[in-house]
């Protein structure tokens, strides 16, 4: 699975973005989709993920309420919409892709990265 994370760009606090990750490869649906985020200076940080099914979402504390995370298997694309958008929330996002999904597992493959700038 190839993933590629487009989406990013500048705004200001409380604007929103979307964010995608396309996937190539015939597998893609049966692999959870995550997004994870690196601020400068800081580690990387899980954002959002979502089972193969669409049927199960987990989000960190930090953005649940505001961040909603969707999948589209007929397009091999899974989306982040991101809403009341903070100046702590300026990062890299990076989307992942593995068997199982959830912040405590690891996973197989990686996307480039995608910035979003959050200004106040």
């Known amino acids: 699975v190839q993933l590629q994370a487009s989406g990013g760009g500048l705004v200001q606090a409380g604007d929103s973005l979307r964010l995608s990750c396309a996937a190539s490869?015939?597998?893609?649906?049966?692999?959870?989709i995550a997004w994870f985020r690196q601020a400068p200076g800081r580690e990387r940080e899980f954002v959002a993920a979502?089972?193969?099914?669409?049927?199960?979402?987990y989000y960190a504390d930090s953005v649940k309420g505001r961040f909603t995370i969707s999948r589209d298997n007929a397009k091999n694309t899974v989306y982040m919409q991101m809403n009341s958008l903070k100046p702590e929330d300026t990062a890299v996002y990076y989307c992942?892709?593995?068997?199982?999904?959830?912040?405590?597992?690891?996973?197989?493959?990686w996307g480039q990265g995608t910035l979003v700038t959050v200004s106040s």
């Open positions: 490869g015939r597998t893609f649906s049966v692999y959870g």
């Open positions: 979502i089972s193969w099914s669409g049927g199960s979402t």
């Open positions: 992942a892709a593995g068997l199982r999904v959830g912040p405590q597992y690891e996973y197989d493959y």
